[in-house]
């Protein structure tokens, strides 16, 4: 017989004084309830009750059992109650992991704003420009730049992902402006060593494409490369998000526009089974509006 059940009526029992109670509180008959009582009791090997003509009473191991019933029963409405809760409204921890630059600079200052409007959601943002498995991290989404793999992952796109390419005044009143990307040759370099590993970003020249000049200064951190750049240290391409601010501001200077790298592709992803849950949910609708295609 059903274990959870039998616990449902022995409780029912014992507070409602009676066989005849409980029985009409579960929609059974007088005869099914004993049978609930009497499994628990062969499954434990004790009494639970001690039964005479005119009353019922708790044995000493019932009363224990009893006890242990209420706790159980009432943990179990508990967790159904806060289940319910989670598919109402979005609340719970939201667990993010993003690119380095894009998340620091972009999605946590969003994220300041998302946890305003949504008061019963705790955020927890991972920042990684490794390739990631959602899975084994326990996130909720990715974010990623780049030409997506098939994962089966529901992948809604963002916008692209643009690049700069960026140095500072004093630089370049001192090494002169490069105007296309074959006056490079000589230039001081800094190169993303990720980047220069793979040859992820090149400069595109006509019908071909010209790779940077070998780095002078490599860094994994775009905000290092973006650090040396601004004391006149070299020649730097990093995201428009990591840039635009310096060079609004006077402190950078942006070069060879007309030869930038096409602007990646960027998208927030997430398990198909994942996108009801009421967090999720409002997290995707708050992303795709804030950094929408």
Known sequence: MDRLLGMEVFVAVVERGSFTAAAEAFGLS?????KHIRALEQRLGARLLARTTRRQHLTEIGEQYYQRCRHILAEIRDAEIGAERLHQAPRGMLKINAPVTFG???LAPALGEFMVQYPEVSVELALSDQVVDLVEEGCDALIRIGTLVESG????PLAPYRMMVCAAPAYLQRW?????????????????????????????TGADAVDPPAARFQSNNGQALRMVALQGGGIVMQPEVLLAEDVAAGRLVEILADYLPSSKPMHVLYLPDRQQVPKLRAFIDFVLQRFGA
Request: aromatic letters at 8%; hydrophobic letters at 35%; zero cysteines.
């Open 153 to 156: 992952l529901v992948a809604r």
């Open 104 to 106: 620091s600079l972009r």
């Open 30 to 34: 007088q005869p099914m309830v004993g």
């Open 176 to 204: 002169g402006t490069p105007r296309t990307p074959g006056e490079l040759a000589g230039h001081q370099w800094l190169g993303h060593s990720l980047w220069e590993k793979h040859a992820g970003w090149r400069l595109p």
